[in-house]
Structures are given as structure tokens and as C-alpha cells.
DNA sequence: TGACAAATTAACCTTTTGGTACATTCTGTT
DNA sequence: AACAGAATGTACCAAAAGGTTAATTTGTCA
């Protein structure tokens, strides 16, 4: 329904890169938004410059296109605390930074949450097809180790903090306040989702970390 | 396959409330295990005594189906942290009592965790249709309302305690707990999920909300 | 006991949906 | 310029899936 009453009537150029990342784009969009199962492909490609065609081409199928999306949701999610630089500060405050930010990252990013969401209701079996993605995941652990040794060192941190269980205790606010956000805020009203109320959230969880990990 | 060499060939009972809970047992197992709409009616009933026209008599559809498989889920969840009698304890230690609980009993119902993810991924919708849902969800917010003014009262508790902040803080860490172990536990190994790992997280839980609340 | 409503069964239907076959165009190489 | 292989568009398909129709059985009450 579309153009070119004088152009010619058959022309396009190949572009291998651009197709894939136009289509990872909205599939990241519409998986996201109604989950996997509820996911259309051809709602995908409705979306998309391409064809249906090319989801086959290039991601085998469904499953394979929703672990590529998948894989690039974690690669951001982590590219972005990568960039922390949390050497560069003191131990306690290196981890409120993380944790602030952390907080604020998964908030502007939602659909990342949700696709790991909905992949946990699928039992994670497409991120077992990964291959990348665990090598990312590690990064997160080992600058927490260096950042707990380096507390530890200092006197500021207790000498029994677990590294993983921190990870994990920022994730779970984090996590659960874009996951949960629809539930919650029908039950309970969504004062906890103004901006007033966010920042209120995001400073509980910086003093619940830091009170979790300092040396009485 | 089964029965009635000599038997009457048909024979059947009616037993209306019988099979609307036999279909919703079924219902809330095929759903916490596959999603809304990865769910299947055809397993659903084959996993059933009935047959599939009962689901849409008295269900009406599946959206209708999974509506009343969350009410449930909310109802016994709820219906647990109600029995737990936090009036006859000091405030500091009810407060210590219910985050334990909470934790014991999402990791112990995991399924209704997961109906309330999924229902997340669909933004609410199946929620937003309930009439009961949000009077039972009202109460724990009450409890805890009541809670904050007896510690508030005797001076164990900060003024400005939020009763609504410390359910997200609970609720946060017990979902997160369930809804995200198949990812977290792939990526980062199991140590958190084993017993004593759990235990460990329970005890982080119910010192970092005690933490939060005590008057410094 | 007979009639009427409620409950239940079994077979069937329509649309949706993921996936494919096949033809066509593009592009680098010789 | 011609060939080969990669990339793309179009039309199509078979199966799955939600839902329905129609007929049968069971219970109840006058």
C-alpha cells in the first residue's frame, strides 16, 4: 500500500547488518511487550523494514530470534555497569554508586527487565543456548569481589560480606521494581512510582546495602 | 483407555463445584508452568476429569480462566500472612516474624509467584478485572500500618517508617527470590538457592528490614 | 412421573500462527 | 559480462489452538 507510482517497481539493496539489527530491534519491542508465546511473528515483521522471510534467514527460528534478543539485552544491561569505573572510589562509596545507579538503569531500561522476566517464566532455556552471555555475567561478580577486598582491607567492610549475595540483593529491588511495577501499583496505588516516590526507593536501597555491608 | 468392561457405558455425576476446582488446580499448574498464553486449553483439560466445553461454561474463556486462577493465588497467599497473629508480638519482632515468613512461604508456593509475574508481563489486565483481589491485598497493608504506629508508639520504630515501603522491601527481596532463580542461578551458580543459602538470604532479609525500621 | 433446567460429553469449526517453497534481485569475482 | 552465491520478496501451507454446536445425561420439583 505503499510508494513509487514512477519508480521503478522492484529495487532493494543488500544489507545484511541493517536487516538484523532492525528486525533484533522491534522483536526486542514486541517480546518485551507481550512475552514470548504472546509474541507475534508477524507482528515482528509488520514492524519491520524486512520481510518474514528474513527472521528465518537470519535467526533459524522464533526461539533462536528471542535468544538473540535475549543476548543483546543482557550485553547493554551489563555494558552499562562496565562503565562504572568503581576503582576509582572509595569502597562504600563505590557501592552506593552502584547501587544508585543500578537502580536507575533498570529503570530506564524496562524491556530489558521483562525479557529476563519472561525468560525466567520460560525456565531460562534459551539462555542456556548462550554462549556469550554468561562471560558477561561475570564481569558484574568479580569488580563486586575487588570492591569487597578492597573494604574489607580498608576496615570499612565487614569481613564476612558475600559478594554474590550483594549482587543479588540489588538485583531483587531493582528487578522487582520494573517487574512487579503493573501489580503493585493497582493494589497498592502507584505513589512508589512518582518520581518523588523512586527516589525515596533508591535511597532506601543505598543505605539498606551499605548498612548491610559495614563494619559495626 | 480406562474402565467399565461391565459397566454402564455412560455414566457420570454432576458435581458443578467439583469440577470448577478440579479445572482450577489444573489451570494454575499448566499456567504457573508456561505463561498466559504459552498455557494450552487442550492440556489443561487433558490434565482434567471434565472435558473441554466446562472450561468455557463456567469460565467463560481463558482469559476468564486465568482470572480466576490468579484470584485464588492472591487469596492464599494473602490468607497466609493473615493467620500470622502480629498483634500479640512486640512490633520489632512481628516485623522480624512476617519478613521470615513471607520468605518460607513464596519459597514455598512458587507458583503463585510465577501467576503473579506472568500476570506482570501482561501488564495487569486479568488483575485490573478482579473485584476481591484488592480488598484481600488491603489488609496486609493495614497490618502493617498498625504495626508501624505500636513501634513508632514505643519508640523501637523511626517516625518516619513507611508501611507501604516496607512491603515493597519484603516483597521485593521474596519474589525476586522465586520469580528470577532460573536466570540468577544459571549465571551465577546455586550457592543462594541451596538451604543454607536460603537461610542466609532470609537473614540478610529480616536484619536489613529491622535495619530500616529501628529508631537510631 | 414427567417436564424442565442444569451439567456434561463428544465432535466439529474457524482463525491464527509459525514456518516454508520458490522465484527474484543484488553484488563481488573472474 | 557472466556466473555464483548471498540476500530478499511473495505466496502459500499444515498444524495448532481457542472456541462452539448439538446432542445426551442427571437432578429437581410440581
Same mark, same amino acid.
Given at each position: 500500500?505503499?510508494?513509487?507510482?514512477?519508480?521503478?517497481?522492484?529495487?532493494?539493496?543488500?544489507?545484511?547488518?541493517?536487516?538484523?539489527?532492525?528486525?533484533?530491534?522491534?522483536?526486542?519491542?514486541?517480546?518485551?511487550?507481550?512475552?514470548?508465546?504472546?509474541?507475534?511473528?508477524?507482528?515482528?515483521?509488520?514492524?519491520?523494514? @524486512?520481510?518474514?522471510?528474513?527472521?528465518?534467514?537470519?535467526?533459524?527460528?522464533?526461539?533462536?530470534?528471542?535468544?538473540?534478543?535475549?543476548?543483546?539485552?543482557?550485553?547493554?544491561?551489563?555494558?552499562? *555497569?562496565?562503565?562504572?569505573?568503581?576503582?576509582?572510589?572509595?569502597?562504600?562509596?563505590?557501592?552506593?554508586?552502584?547501587?544508585?545507579?543500578?537502580?536507575?538503569?533498570?529503570?530506564?531500561?524496562?524491556?530489558?527487565?521483562?525479557?529476563?522476566?519472561?525468560?525466567?517464566?520460560?525456565?531460562?532455556?534459551?539462555?542456556?543456548?548462550?554462549?556469550?552471555?554468561?562471560?558477561?555475567? @561475570?564481569?558484574?561478580?568479580?569488580?563486586?569481589?575487588?570492591?569487597?577486598?578492597?573494604?574489607?582491607?580498608?576496615?570499612?567492610?565487614?569481613?564476612?560480606?558475600?559478594?554474590? *549475595?550483594?549482587?543479588?540483593?540489588?538485583?531483587?529491588?531493582?528487578?522487582?521494581?520494573? @517487574?512487579?511495577?503493573?501489580?503493585? @501499583?493497582?493494589?497498592?496505588?502507584?505513589?512508589?512510582?512518582?518520581?518523588?516516590?523512586?527516589?525515596?526507593?533508591?535511597?532506601?536501597?543505598?543505605?539498606?546495602?551499605?548498612?548491610?555491608?559495614?563494619?559495626?
Amino acid at each position: 500500500m505503499k510508494r513509487n507510482e514512477g519508480e521503478r517497481k522492484s529495487s532493494w539493496k543488500q544489507d545484511p547488518e541493517g536487516v538484523k539489527a532492525d528486525i533484533l530491534a522491534v522483536a526486542t519491542s514486541v517480546f518485551a511487550e507481550s512475552g514470548f508465546s504472546g509474541a507475534r511473528i508477524d507482528e515482528i515483521i509488520r514492524r519491520t523494514k @524486512s520481510s518474514k522471510r528474513m527472521i528465518y534467514y537470519y535467526f533459524g527460528d522464533k526461539s533462536g530470534l528471542y535468544a538473540k534478543v535475549l543476548e543483546a539485552a543482557y550485553a547493554r544491561l551489563r555494558k552499562g *555497569e562496565g562503565q562504572l569505573d568503581l576503582q576509582a572510589l572509595p569502597p562504600l562509596d563505590a557501592l552506593a554508586k552502584l547501587a544508585a545507579f543500578t537502580f536507575d538503569f533498570h529503570r530506564e531500561n524496562p524491556e530489558y527487565i521483562r525479557l529476563i522476566t519472561i525468560e525466567n517464566i520460560h525456565h531460562g532455556k534459551h539462555l542456556k543456548q548462550s554462549e556469550t552471555i554468561p562471560k558477561l555475567n @561475570s564481569q558484574i561478580i568479580t569488580g563486586l569481589e575487588e570492591l569487597c577486598r578492597r573494604g574489607i582491607g580498608e576496615g570499612t567492610f565487614r569481613e564476612d560480606v558475600d559478594p554474590l *549475595e550483594l549482587h543479588w540483593t540489588i538485583s531483587a529491588f531493582c528487578v522487582f521494581n520494573i @517487574s512487579n511495577r503493573a501489580t503493585f @501499583s493497582h493494589l497498592y496505588g502507584d505513589d512508589l512510582f512518582t518520581d518523588a516516590g523512586q527516589e525515596r526507593l533508591r535511597a532506601r536501597l543505598v543505605s539498606m546495602v551499605l548498612d548491610a555491608v559495614r563494619a559495626s
